[in-house]
C-alpha cells in the first residue's frame, strides 16, 4: 500500500464511481484541477482512494472529491489517505484546512478534529456541511508507521 500524488486525469474516474455515478463523467472534472495536488492510494499498484487538495491562499487550504470505490470502503483506507493528506498539509504550514462534507459523513471528519461551521446547502439533492480545521489541530497520531510517498 502506497500514497502519492497523481495526475488529475488518474482521479477523475474514481471519483466518478464513487460519487456520481449516474451523473455525466464531465460532472466530476474541477476548473481548478489542473491547479490542484491529488493524492492517491494504491494497493498492489491499483488505485483506490483519492482527494485533491487546493490552496486557496494565507495558508487556507481545501480539500475535495474525497472518494474511495464502494468495494474498498469501510477499510480505514481513506482514514490513511486523509491522514497523509493532512500531513502534507501541515508541512506547507497550513493555517486552516476545510471541506464540503456530506453531512451525513460529519462524524467522520470529527474524528480528525474538524468542526463544522455551522454553513450547510445542497446540491443534487444532497446535503453538505462546511467542516474546518485550524493547522495546530492536525492530528497526526498513529500515522508513523504507514508508507508515505509525497
Not at 481548478?32 to 487556507?60: A, N, T
Not at 500531513?87 to 462524524?107: D, E, G, L, S
Not at 471528519?109 to 444532497?126: A, L
Request: aromatic share 12%; proline share 3%; hydrophobic share 40%.
Amino acid at each position: 500500500m502506497e500514497v502519492k500524488l497523481v495526475s488529475a486525469e488518474q482521479v477523475w474516474p474514481i471519483r466518478h464511481i464513487a460519487m456520481w455515478p449516474e451523473a455525466d463523467f464531465s460532472y466530476i472534472k474541477l476548473p481548478e484541477d489542473p491547479k490542484g495536488m491529488h493524492f492517491g492510494l494504491l494497493i498492489d499498484g491499483e488505485l483506490i482512494s483519492v482527494v485533491s487538495l487546493f490552496d486557496r491562499g494565507s495558508g487556507v487550504f481545501q480539500f475535495r472529491k474525497f472518494a474511495t470505490l464502494p468495494e474498498h470502503q469501510g477499510n480505514g483506507y481513506g482514514s490513511l489517505l486523509l491522514k497523509h493528506m493532512l500531513q502534507h498539509a501541515r508541512h506547507m504550514m497550513a493555517r486552516q484546512i476545510w471541506c464540503n462534507a456530506r453531512t451525513h459523513k460529519q462524524r467522520f471528519y470529527e474524528k480528525f478534529g474538524f468542526k463544522s461551521t455551522g454553513e450547510t446547502f445542497i446540491k443534487k439533492d444532497q446535503a453538505y456541511t462546511i467542516m474546518a480545521l485550524n493547522g495546530k489541530e492536525i492530528n497526526l497520531t498513529g500515522f508513523k508507521n504507514q508508507t508515505c510517498q509525497v
